[in-house]
């Protein structure tokens, strides 16, 4: 039998694993590929998906968490703020909802612990949805196609926030987005990377960016300065963790975001100040490193950053079950 | 070889038929069944599908058409007049798009005769998407992944409005529904019915409904007076038909709405004042029929009028291609 050198190496890597997680990163990076989702509750990831999707949800009718999330745009709006009730202009980029799993926290700020904590805050928030969980809940009960659908996932016709978020939490934990040129090169295929993309990886290692931008989400691992080695000049009211500690250390201190889709996610940073790659890895390697990238080391950064587009989420667009005439109506102009 | 008298029925029927449209008719009603969408061309069915759902073609790259004609709820936005860019409220009821291919002219007062020509409407008109056809071919011929897609249909990497709106008309004509109990009724299927939803379609037929909601579409094949025994009372700025012709007759001439998912098109009427079938049903046969229906005939129309909820779109969510470092941004406060 005779293997060539490639197969050989995975073959030992293999042989030689202990643990599930090396089988699957046998180069030992600081960065690990994205497993596919598993679904262990597909009626309650459905279920979640209509509530994704549903703008009822919203004191308008008009606004889901689709609408700043959107998963045919890298699940985000693309856009520097998002646009609330009322068109009110957000304060904060909207970071993207893929892999979101992945991180410690939820939020630029990480003011919330968990997706299912998250998943609560824009609803009741006057500038983004502008609703109240009660009414959000009111509306869904009055609607029988949900209140069947919570009864097969909760065992309960009586309907509670818990449930909601819960529900647009799981969905939310299915929308990974695994076997990205990276990933698959990560997992031994030589040829899955451009030798740019390779050198701007190694850059990206060597010069210090994946000292936060690490694991397997690039990031979402810890909060860091915006503005280490010169300040940032930012118009951005947000004041960062500091909103949530009270700390003055914590100043600007940010969630660092995931890399993952970032080619998808433009535009960069908590202002959505950068338009583009290339802007925001100038940026970051001057206020955060102090280095300053040639064209030649941004532009190979910024191959190995496109690198990270993985298979995005497929799904059927959820049909909603109709309102009722007890449906409390959409005050969109109210 | 035993036959029961529904199959003999049906057997004679299509032995009788020398038409195929009759033999999908074989009780000869007024109202004809969808079709099942022919699809021909895939590939620029799929282009108008990313088109449809792509925020880019607005000035503030936030509202799509699936904004308005959400397909996950009927192909409208359940609210009374949409909303536009920077929260402007619409003058009119977004009408579904759902089987629209059908009506024979588009908008309420049928200045569009195509859907072609509808389709490029929205896009520059300064209260909906409020952006200029030039603009939103500028955006879209600055994005490799439409750009080729393009090709791919039109043979040309040269894009123009005429384009987008062909390929956005060839989506939306996908859009039907086919298979509603009551087409499953008009093709042979006597169970399909409740009696008390056959006894509202004896009582639509009977009492007029039908005399304008007919043909396949049940709506969409002329122009009729909103308020013909009484006046209607309306704070809408809207005059129907005569904005387009100029003439005085035509005043409050709207094209009559398809009944299609009627259940799901909430609220009703170009206002959008009636919130629920039930009053819609009771308005209607008091101004345009002069007729007081009792509750019971209203709640047998609403449970035949239910019955024409067919099978909805159910497709991928598109993925759009990213735009790149020479694509305008867009301007959602500017």
């Known amino acids: 039998?005779?293997?060539?050198?490639?197969?050989?190496?995975?073959?030992?890597?293999?042989?030689?694993?202990?643990?599930?997680?090396?089988?699957?990163?046998?180069?030992?990076?600081?960065?690990?590929?994205?497993p596919?989702?598993?679904?262990?509750?597909?009626?309650?990831?459905?279920?979640?998906?209509?509530?994704?999707?549903?703008?009822?949800?919203?004191?308008?009718?008009?606004?889901?968490?689709?609408?700043?999330?959107?998963?045919?745009?890298?699940?985000t709006d693309n856009i520097k703020t998002s646009i609330g009730h009322n068109w009110q202009q957000g304060p904060i980029n909207s970071p993207t909802v893929l892999n979101?799993?992945?991180?410690?926290?939820?939020?630029?700020?990480?003011?919330?612990?968990?997706?299912?904590?998250?998943?609560?805050?824009?609803?009741?928030n006057p500038k983004e949805m502008a609703f109240t969980h009660e009414l959000a809940v009111d509306v869904l009960a009055s609607i029988p196609g949900y209140v069947n659908d919570f009864e097969v996932v909760f065992n309960s016709r009586e309907l509670n926030i818990d449930m909601v978020t819960d529900a647009i939490a799981a969905f939310e934990e299915t929308l990974v987005t695994p076997n990205s040129p990276f990933d698959q090169w990560l997992k031994g295929d030589d040829d899955a990377?451009?030798?740019?993309?390779?050198?701007?990886?190694?850059?990206?290692?060597?010069?210090?960016?994946?000292?936060?931008?690490?694991?397997?989400?690039?990031?979402?691992?810890?909060?860091?300065?915006?503005?280490?080695?010169?300040?940032y000049q930012s118009n951005s009211p947000e004041i960062g963790r500091a909103a949530v500690t009270g700390s003055d250390a914590d100043r600007f201190m940010f969630k660092v975001p995931t890399l993952r889709n970032?080619?998808?996610?433009?535009?960069?940073?908590?202002?959505?100040?950068?338009?583009?790659?290339?802007?925001?890895?100038?940026?970051?390697g001057r206020l955060q490193l102090g280095r300053v990238y040639s064209d030649e080391e941004v532009g190979n950064i910024v191959a190995f950053l496109?690198?990270?587009?993985?298979?995005?989420?497929?799904?059927?667009?959820?049909?909603?079950?109709?309102?009722t005439n007890a449906t409390?109506?959409?005050?969109?102009?109210?």
Chains 1, 2 share one sequence.
């Open 1 to 34: 039998m005779i293997m060539n050198v490639k197969t050989i190496t995975v073959a030992v890597a293999l042989a030689l694993s202990s643990q599930g997680a090396w089988a699957d990163n046998p180069r030992n990076e600081p960065v690990q590929p994205i």
């Open 36 to 75: 596919a989702a598993e679904i262990t509750n597909p009626q309650l990831v459905e279920l979640g998906k209509k509530l994704f999707f549903d703008p009822r949800l919203s004191k308008s009718g008009f606004i889901s968490c689709n609408s700043c999330h959107n998963l045919s745009m890298g699940g």
């Open 100 to 124: 979101s799993s992945l991180n410690m926290a939820q939020f630029w700020d990480g003011r919330a612990a968990t997706l299912k904590e998250q998943a609560g805050g824009p609803i009741d």
């Open 193 to 231: 990377l451009t030798s740019q993309a390779l050198a701007g990886y190694q850059l990206f290692k060597e010069s210090g960016c994946v000292a936060c931008h690490n694991g397997p989400n690039l990031g979402g691992t810890s909060y860091q300065k915006m503005g280490v080695v010169e300040p």
């Open 262 to 284: 970032v080619e998808l996610t433009y535009p960069y940073f908590h202002d959505g100040e950068a338009a583009t790659l290339e802007e925001a890895v100038d940026i970051m």
């Open 306 to 323: 496109k690198s990270l587009t993985g298979e995005q989420p497929r799904f059927e667009i959820p049909i909603l079950p109709p309102s």
């Open 328 to 334: 409390p109506v959409p005050e969109p102009f109210g």
